[in-house]
């Protein structure tokens, strides 16, 4: 039987491993390490939740380790391994699985990522790291500020490198290669393989060896998958009736925009659920607390965006819905493969509205298989009962309020002296009010729109 301990790793990796519970290798891992160990450029193709950070951080630390050191000084502690990635989240998580294994080495790594300010991870950065993970767009703000150094890189990985390409990351990645040595290593790890991609692995890999341990855009086999075909204004009622079953512990929910994650949210707030949504309006801290919660259970249901959802690893996570199925077919494999990681069974459902059927249809064009069709489960549009209810009132009370705010009808005048109208006396005389003189002299009033006659003064004798 295969164990890490065939793969010529160090002990010490060996033993970070082992206090992981980490003890056989996956397929990705099993093939892709003796690889990197020998040098080559590799080109890898695996299921999300399959191992792929350990294939590439494995063997990138087992390389450095000639290069660690004791010392303090930043200058024995330069740049030699650059893993670039798509977005904040799955930063820190691949940094924090390289600082796992790398916990009984004196190997240093870190994170640098954008939506925090940069001058928190500049002093970091010049105490000296052999190991950086960054989001393109930060690592191009430091090294304008010329806070890193990249001309000692030996080996660059480039992680779900299908997001980078459909994030619009091309022109970032071209400008850091472009200052990257010529003579080094380059490990390139996705999902899907498209047609971008190859053309993209063909720019900067040499010679690379091809890995796919299962069919390129394919889903787990762990993944029960399932659509409801309902239409659009009944998606929430059937998401919070869905929520209330048995099998959904914990979900998480996909959205297409932000403004529709944070509606679902805050409805099912309202409906009594444990609700949060993640997206790119939020900041980085209300982003990783949002996270933390939900890994830990203090939130159930989580809403999220594509971008904002990539490279999240949450264990045992029983299901995925998609309340809005992605435009982009490769984005539903990266979506339900949040579920049914490491060996364990999941659940991905997708609510499908009749314009998004052509949707479905390209994401089982690429899938290769058709989604079963579960029919609509009977309705129910009621919330659950709030913790504090308030009695109901009495029906006497109702025709009471009712009959209170009703249009009253004017009373009858029963003198009918009172519906004549007004008629003045015959004969009587309004008799005029006197003046009375004031005492005051009576100001001159200016007349407006008179000719004014010029006054004439008398010649003096």
Not at 69 to 97: D, K, M, N
Request: with cysteine.
């Amino acid at each position: 039987m295969n164990t890490f301990a065939n793969l010529n790793l160090a002990p010490e990796i060996l033993r970070a491993l082992t206090e992981s519970g980490y003890t056989i290798p996956t397929p990705i891992q099993a093939q892709a390490i003796p690889m990197v160990l020998e040098g080559c450029d590799l080109m890898a193709g695996a299921q999300t939740g399959t191992g792929k950070t350990a294939a590439f951080a494995l063997p990138l630390l087992q390389k450095l380790l000639p290069h660690a050191s004791s010392s303090s000084s930043p200058a024995r502690h330069v740049v030699r391994a650059l893993i670039l990635v798509p977005t904040r989240e799955l930063a820190v998580q691949v940094e924090a699985s390289v600082k796992a294994y790398a916990k009984h080495t004196h190997l240093r790594s870190l994170v640098v990522f954008g939506g925090v300010d940069i001058k928190t991870q500049t002093p970091h950065l010049r105490t000296g790291i052999e190991i950086l993970v960054a989001t393109p767009g930060r690592l191009l703000d430091h090294i304008e500020q010329k806070s890193v150094q990249l001309n000692n890189v030996q080996i660059l990985v480039l992680d779900e490198a299908d997001r980078m390409l459909d994030m619009g990351f091309m022109p970032d990645l071209k400008r850091i290669l472009a200052l990257l040595p010529r003579q080094r290593q380059n490990l390139m790890f996705s999902a899907t393989f498209s047609s971008e991609i190859k053309k993209l692995s063909s720019e900067f890999l040499v010679n690379p060896k091809l890995i796919e341990v299962a069919r390129s855009n394919a889903t787990s086999e762990n993944v029960t998958q399932q659509v409801y075909l309902v239409g659009h204004a009944d998606k929430h009622a059937l998401l919070a009736q869905l929520l209330r079953g048995s099998n959904a512990k914990q979900a998480l929910v996909f959205t297409k925009t932000k403004l529709a994650a944070s509606r679902i949210a805050r409805q099912l707030q309202r409906e009594g659920f444990a609700a949060d949504a993640i997206h790119g309006d939020k900041t980085q801290l209300e982003r990783m607390e949002a996270l933390e919660a939900f890994k830990q259970g203090k939130v159930t249901v989580l809403i999220a965006t594509d971008v904002a959802a990539r490279g999240l690893d949450i264990d045992q996570l029983p299901m995925v819905i998609n309340y809005e199925i992605p435009s982009a077919a490769e984005d539903y494999v990266h979506r339900i493969g949040r579920t049914g990681r490491a060996g364990a069974f999941g659940n991905a459902i997708s609510l499908v509205s009749p314009e998004e059927e052509k949707y479905l249809v390209e994401i089982e064009k690429l899938i290769k298989c058709q989604i079963q069709k579960v029919a609509l489960p009977v309705m129910v549009n009621t919330p659950p009962p709030r913790t504090e209810s308030r009695p109901a009132p009495r029906a006497e009370h109702h025709v009471h309020l009712r009959a209170a705010h009703a249009p009253q009808a004017k009373r009858p005048v029963h003198d009918a002296w009172f519906n004549k109208p007004y008629e003045p006396s015959p004969g009587k005389l309004v008799e005029a009010v006197p003046v009375v003189p004031s005492g005051k002299p009576a100001g001159q009033i200016p007349a407006l729109f008179m000719r004014r006659k010029p006054v004439q003064t008398e010649p003096e004798d």
